[in-house]
């Protein structure tokens, strides 16, 4: 029976060009919703599940997604002789334990499924978690930890699956569903991308999956699909029949924090989730509304 999964890979190479000019000089896993930036959900919802590896594949300009996991001492000591107890404390709680982070350059954007291969050597052959940070994935216990604890029973690969509208099946990979028992559902086929007509279902892969070290040698082949791109689905779909395969009916509310829409619609949902922020935005919603 499968364990628990150490390394979890957080692509951020991509180039973000939904959220342009925000990111011309600055990550999109940077840009912050409410007071932390989008990188920042993505850890910490690592590490509740148990994640003690963070491998990045970065790319350059983005050294500053780097720079907020280190310490920043001069800040901590000038925060410190101040006094502010609690900004001291919000900076701290970004460090992560020494030695567990890891950093690759994805020196091409040639996909994701080529950025996640970039971390293979550091992977090993374990088991391992992907988080796409650009998913902002709200709800606790946190999606990673839902899914950490449905694959300790099923074993094999695990995809975070949502189901979307039929002209949205065009932007993710898509599953053909075959059985399903609670929130677990075989996974028969993946498609990336298909047309509404050519979707096997309406059931999408999200940021957040746990796949098997074999995945690592299907993307090694570097064969390009959709977009001209080295697709994950792709190598995705090789496993299946080979290995267990599962799509994931996870509880929580997902954002898609790479557009503009999204991050507006997650800023608004997680301020009414907090006590300091709800009272004063339901206010302002209450004035300018209809
Ligand atoms: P997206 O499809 O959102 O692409 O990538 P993007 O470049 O980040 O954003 P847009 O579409 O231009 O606005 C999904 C995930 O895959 C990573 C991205 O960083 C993001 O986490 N990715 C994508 C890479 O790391 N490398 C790539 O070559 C492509």
Redesign the pocket.
Known sequence: MATGIEVAVL?????????LPATKAVP?EMLPILDRPLIQYAIDEALEAGIREVVL?TARGKDSIEDHLDTAPELERTLEIRGRARELESVRATRLPPGSVVSIR?QE????G??VWCARHVVGRRPFAVL???DLVAGSPGCLLQMVEAWRETGGNLVAVEEVPPERTGSYGIMSPGASRGRLTEVLGLVEKPRPEEAPSRLAVI?RYILQPEVMDVLGQHRRGAGG?IQLTDAMAELIGRQPFHGFAFTGTRHDC?SVLGTTIATLALALERPDLAPAVRAWAAEHLP
């Open positions: 692509p951020v190479a991509g180039m973000g060009t939904r959220m999109k594949v994805q954007p040639l996909g994701l080529h950025a796409l940070p650009d940021g791109e790479g």
